[in-house]
């Protein structure tokens, strides 16, 4: 005789449905702790809900280099302001470019706004020239020649102040003296060598060619005239300037201006940046390390300067046409390199941020800065609560009106993906830096309607059993397979969907299909979880197992087919009497 076959429990463990519904339970409780101990009891806010401010940039083209903007170096200058704006701290900033040549950066309120406007637009074009002259940063008296035919001082410029890191004037340097320094300047090599002395030779030099006359005189007159005291003035001296030129330029501070080089070692050539506080001179500086190759320009560089006298021992760093410091070089260095100036903690920082992040492949301008207001970011949050508050009651108006008690198992999923998507926004945003806009509130109300959409096709399989004439329990357990295909399916779908508008859209649009994703995927482990397995203790109560009118699964009002019973078979009669 054959051993009788071990019956199996349902599939899939939902035979024990109390051990899923600890789970999801634990989890709920995890989540929430996470959210209190992390201080984000609410979800971040975007700059379209909590304010902020919305930067519009319009890329420059220098003179005969129009071909410069292109897809490629918008695209380049988009990666490079989101990671500058990252590192410094600013979560949900929104770049992306608008036509062919303007980017728009949107910074929510809270962060480091202002000081991320001030370094989006900062193209970070960073050279070390070696300093030629200085003077104060006004305009110089021109010189006037004597009857002699000798220059006469006709005015000593006071000298800068030699801390911060910039470069001093010789106290009784004159006019005349600097002016000579600049058309020197331009006869000698653009770097000086050991032997220069800090006055270069008269103008009646032999060697120098007609063009270098007119070159000299043009940047002497340009020097004269410089007044760093205007931040046009510097942007204009700053305009077109080239590696491979002799430039004159103005400190940060506008205090100081210099005649400057051909540049030595480019930006390009630091490989990382970093602020920190020098304790011995009680200031802060900023440390670049630098690739192989620069390495061995800034030796080649600094072994010349290093012979020099002052100010032509000076190397500048000139950080988009300005000079952000000018030290002195008194001995051969490589492989890094240290800026000291008039830095505060933030500016140190940014100056690294900068260097670390690379430089804009072109120029920017600011063509419009507007602010979005928390009034107007609460106004268009409070309407899509209230637009998420009807669905969701026209939802539940529903499902009480036609499935009855199984509106309690449906009201209290919905519940439960509540709390865990509201949760989870509110963990993401210091961990990814999710931030909640508008088109994500958009997405968490179309959810709504996919969560529903879940319970529905499982309630529908569950009645159709019902009809066929089963009783709960069995029709439970027989129409979960069926409505987990479908599920599984129509989730798989919506997923997919999310995934795809994330990847090809930018910006907003991208909140809201993350949204959708997020409660897509919580939709199934809900179900799973919680629905199925609720729906399995509930099918052994009274209330629901016995058909009451209210419970939605009243087997006359679903029109259940009467169960199919046999009729007994009456044996013939063996007794030839009873015949």
């Known amino acids: 005789m054959a051993a009788p076959k071990k019956s199996r429990g349902p599939a899939g463990g939902q035979g024990r449905p109390g051990r899923a519904l600890a789970l999801i339970l ?26 902020g401010t919305s930067i519009t940039l319009e890329a420059k083209s220098e003179p005969g280099q129009e071909s410069a903007i292109n897809k490629t170096n918008m695209d380049t200058a988009v990666q490079i302001m989101e990671r500058r704006v990252n590192g410094l701290g600013v979560s949900e900033a929104e770049v992306q470019t608008q036509g062919d040549r303007n980017i728009i950066v949107n910074i929510p309120k809270g962060t480091n706004s202002a000081q991320a406007r001030e370094q989006v637009g900062t193209t970070a074009k960073l050279y070390f020239r070696p300093v030629l002259t200085v003077a104060q940063g006004t305009p110089t008296p021109e010189p006037s020649a004597s009857s002699s035919g000798k220059p006469t001082p006709s005015g000593s410029p006071s000298a800068p102040t030699a801390d911060k890191g910039k470069a001093s004037a010789t106290p009784d340097a004159s006019a005349t003296t600097q002016g000579r320094a600049v058309t020197g300047a331009l006869k000698t090599d653009s770097t000086p060598s050991p032997k220069a002395s800090t006055t270069p030779k008269a103008d009646t030099t032999p060697s120098a060619s ?78 670049m390390e630098f690739t192989k190759q620069g390495s061995k320009q800034f030796q080649t560089i600094t072994k010349k300067l290093s012979a020099q006298q002052s100010p032509q021992n000076q190397f500048a760093i000139a950080l988009d046409g300005e000079v952000v410091s000018a030290p002195q070089v008194n001995t051969t260095l ?35 800065v507007t602010t979005v207001t928390a009034a107007l970011g609460g106004e268009q949050l409070q309407a899509g609560l209230i637009a998420g508050a009807i669905g969701l009651a026209l939802v539940v108006i529903y499902l009480v009106a036609y499935y009855r008690g199984l509106a309690f198992i449906a009201l209290l999923s919905l519940l439960v993906s509540g709390i865990l998507t509201y949760t989870l926004m509110s963990l993401l945003g210091p961990a990814i830096g999710f931030a909640l806009n508008l088109p994500a509130v958009c997405g968490a109300i179309v959810a ?45 779908v919506s997923f997919l969907a999310a995934a795809v508008l994330f990847v090809v859209t930018v910006g907003k649009v991208q909140g809201f299909a993350f949204t959708l994703g997020l409660t897509t995927l919580l939709d199934v482990v809900v179900v799973f979880l919680f629905t199925k397995p609720l729906m399995t203790l509930m099918a052994r109560t009274k209330f629901f197992a016995g058909g009451h009118p209210w419970s939605g699964l009243d087997p006359q009002r679903l029109g259940a087919k009467p169960p199919l019973r046999r009729s007994r078979r009456v044996n013939a009669p063996t007794d030839p009497k009873e015949a």
């Open 26 to 51: 634990i989890a709920m409780v995890a989540l929430t702790g996470g959210m209190f101990l992390a201080d984000q009891p609410t979800p971040r806010l975007g700059i379209d809900l909590a304010g």
């Open 210 to 287: 007609a063009a270098d006359e007119a070159a000299a005189a043009k940047l002497q007159k340009q020097f004269a005239a410089l007044d760093c005291s205007s931040k046009a003035s510097r942007a204009e001296a700053a305009r077109g300037a080239k590696p491979t030129d002799t430039v004159v330029a103005c400190s940060s501070e506008g205090d100081a201006k210099y005649v400057l080089g051909p540049s030595e070692v480019s930006g390009t050539e630091v490989d990382s940046a970093k602020a920190g506080f020098d304790q011995q001179r009680g200031m802060w500086i900023v440390n």
């Open 334 to 368: 490589s492989g890094s390199a240290e800026i000291s100036g008039s830095f505060t903690q933030q500016s140190a920082e940014d100056l690294a941020n900068v260097l670390s992040y690379g430089a804009l492949p072109l120029s920017f301008k600011e063509q419009s």
């Open 448 to 492: 709504i309607g996919i969560t529903a959409d879940s319970f529905i096709v499982y309630f529908e399989r569950v009645r159709d059993e019902i009809r066929e004439g089963r009783t709960l329990r069995p029709a439970v357990e027989r129409a979960w397979p069926r409505a987990r295909r479908t599920i599984l399916v129509s989730d798989f």
